[in-house]
């Protein structure tokens, strides 16, 4: 894709609790997985609320994304994009293009609105989402990946399964259990860690 | 487009404070918009978790969607379809598009998941949706709708904001409220309604 100028934000600097799980880490393992080469824009303190930065990205959060050819916000439409462009991550046919969307938006709306309930410790959340793992546990039934091969809807998924890691909750659903360690052990999740973690600017923030 | 056999999910009973906000509300509106004919597949009681519903909606929820081509559950991904298939909700160039993914997304992942919470009174909400809802009305400055026309994007995003229309954190950003009272007044949207509320079958729930 040398016609491609791929190109997304992150923050220049955040604290040490946060490295490691800002959501710039999304496309980075996407562009990890295509084998696609990409630059970041940096953005120092406040830089994020300027109306430049807010013409791309409305809600001064990243990460946002530019190829040269269209610009995105949202991590969701971001993985949607850079999945639809490689060959590696790109379903077979139009159904298994529509199986990895669906699931794109799984993870970010019937997961995710409820794993960060489970994360903030409010009321009915552990239910919520373990009747989710319990969907998804049968959904995946004995295979690898949500669809026959790695794709942008596992990166979306294990990015908010990840969240929730190291609680009873997910640990008592074996087979989820066992599919988000699949996923993080792949060689292109930690070089995108590494990546959003080489990024970090300490020498910016006195 | 003859050769589509549109066909969504939708519950056949629901109590009387739940109808007209099934999500099945989505399509409806987007195939109101488009004008284009579909039929609803009404999920009885405990027919959602039947195993014949879980391989198409792995959730157990509504919507999920047939065309006749590809298979869909979530309705962002639902509404993205629907959009690309239909000549008055598609954007004009790829940029369009792009930024009409990225509003579906904000809509169901950076709004839904913090009304969600609004609506439900936790801690917090109250700020976390009053800063997202600055950031929308700046956003849209002038503009009528999300993207240069009426979208998929203005679906999901009023459908969302409709749960909190009440609020005085709605109230208190008139940019949106008068967004979203133009969203609602659209026909469309009104036949969506009531094609929801004319589903649901009295007769088969005694």
Known sequence: MPDFDFHVSAFAWVPETSRGWVKCLRPRWAFEEAGFAYRTTRLGPGEGGSDGYRAWQPFGMVPAYDDGRVRLFESGAILLRIGALSDRLRGWDDAEEA????????????????????????????????????????????????????????????????????????????????????????????????????????????
Chains 1, 2 share one sequence.
């Not at 995710?112 to 919520?128: C, I």
Request: hydrophobic share 50%; net charge negative; proline share 2%.
């Open 99 to 206: 199986t990895i969307a669906s699931w794109v938006f799984a993870a970010l709306n019937t997961f995710e609105t409820h794993t960060s309930r489970l994360t903030d410790g409010l009321p009915g959340a552990v239910e919520a989402v373990s009747r989710r793992l319990e969907a998804l546990e049968a959904a995946l039934g004995d295979r690898e990946w949500l669809v026959e091969r790695f794709s942008v809807a596992d990166i979306a998924m294990a990015t908010v399964l990840r969240e929730i890691g190291e609680t009873a909750v997910l640990r008592r659903h074996a087979g989820v259990s066992a599919y988000l360690a699949r996923c993080l052990a792949r060689p292109a999740f930690d070089r995108a860690l590494q990546a959003q973690f080489a990024d970090f600017d300490d020498s910016r923030v006195a």
